[in-house]
């Protein structure tokens, strides 16, 4: 999910998360590694000059590479109506906050993605096909705590479409 090159976040379009509404079930989960906030601090106070006494930059976050898609993680339901619902949760023990940068982000037309964290305090989305750019990438704003939920609505007519 993690890419280079210039990275765009994208306009909320409202609405509500499908499973607010009707029970879908737990997410699957995938556990990133634990993150070790105070290694980091330590870390960056003995880095805090290069050679030449210029101070480096804060540290935002941890990045943390993974390869996960709705191929090889998550969860598929078919919806009543033959729809699809795609659900992942994404959980990383110590993480003050969580955000994301996809690689592919490409959202068919009548489909929806939100990210909320498990409490459903915190809500992003609704993410549709007129929030895509042309490079089809996706950059998230921060998720407070160290765990959110991915759900992605994809309609009947567009079924295998959706690319995140």
């Given at each position: 999910m993690l890419i280079s090159g210039t990275l765009l976040a994208?306009?909320?379009r409202g609405g509500e998360p499908y499973a607010f509404s009707h029970p879908a079930g737990k997410p699957a989960e995938v556990t990133m590694p634990a993150v070790d906030v105070q290694k980091y601090i330590d870390e960056d106070k003995a880095e805090s000059q290069n050679s030449d006494g210029i101070k480096k930059p804060f540290r935002f976050?941890?990045?943390?590479?993974?390869n996960?898609?709705?191929?090889?993680?998550?969860?598929?339901?078919?919806?009543?109506?033959?729809?699809?619902?795609?659900?992942?949760?994404?959980?990383?023990e110590g993480a003050k906050s969580?955000?994301?940068?996809?690689?592919?982000?490409?959202?068919?037309?009548?489909g929806r993605v939100f990210i909320y964290t498990p409490d459903r305090e915190y809500v992003a989305?609704?993410?549709t096909h007129q929030s895509?750019?042309?490079?089809?990438?996706?950059?998230?704003?921060?998720y407070?705590?160290?765990?959110?939920?991915?759900?992605?609505y994809e309609p009947l007519s567009a079924t295998g479409e959706t690319d995140i």
């Open positions: 994208q306009i909320n976050g941890a990045e943390l590479d993974v996960l898609s709705q191929e090889n993680s998550g969860t598929w339901s078919v919806l009543p109506d033959g729809s699809r619902l795609w659900q992942l949760q994404i959980t990383s969580l955000n994301f940068i996809f690689d592919r982000f490409y959202i068919p037309e009548g989305g609704a993410f895509l750019n042309p490079e089809h990438v996706f950059s998230t704003s921060l407070p705590g160290n765990s959110v939920i991915i759900e992605c």
